[in-house]
């Protein structure tokens, strides 16, 4: 069994893949928070600092103005160079891994800031795959692996001989 894709299947799959731009709480912000914020503000009131609850769409309404990144003080700290301003504060050695990571935090922001409940509580929803997206000798699996590749600018790997 054969499980290639010809090179020339990859060029028909690509072009028909639209790529999401709307940044998803659970699998771009709410990693980044939890590893750099959630242990002075989240959901431990013992650790809690200043009041403010980042893991709750309520509490970061205090931080955070949706559709708003300019006004909003969440994003003001992460950007900021000032030593006594800057989140997370150097004390904590912590820090955002990229500027990509500020980046996708304005973006959600700039998006409405919306929160989702926590995955394992959300019921999954079957893909639908565009009519034709899928290139001859591709299957399914193909697709939802070209649609990643593609918002990478990568390329699937040749075929194994």
């Not at 559709?67 to 950007?79: F, H, N, V, Y």
């Amino acid at each position: 069994m054969n499980f290639s894709i010809p090179i020339v299947s990859v060029v028909f799959l690509l072009p028909a893949i639209a790529i999401a731009e709307n940044v998803s709480f659970n699998c771009d912000i709410r990693p980044v928070l939890s590893e750099n914020c959630y242990y002075c503000y989240g959901f431990d009131a013992e650790h809690r600092q200043a009041d403010l609850q980042l893991d709750t769409a309520e509490g970061s309404l205090q931080a955070i103005e949706p559709g708003s990144p300019a006004d909003s003080e969440l994003l003001r700290r992460i950007l900021s160079t000032d030593a006594d301003e800057i989140m997370p504060p150097p004390s904590s050695h912590k820090q955002l891994s990229s500027p990509a990571q500020a980046e996708l935090i304005k973006k959600w922001i700039e998006q409405g800031a919306e929160h989702e409940g926590h995955w394992a509580y959300i019921a999954p929803v079957k893909s639908i795959i565009p009519a034709g997206a899928i290139a001859e000798g591709a299957n399914a699996i193909d697709y939802f692996i070209g649609k990643e590749l593609y918002k990478k600018s990568l390329d699937f790997s040749p075929p194994a001989e």
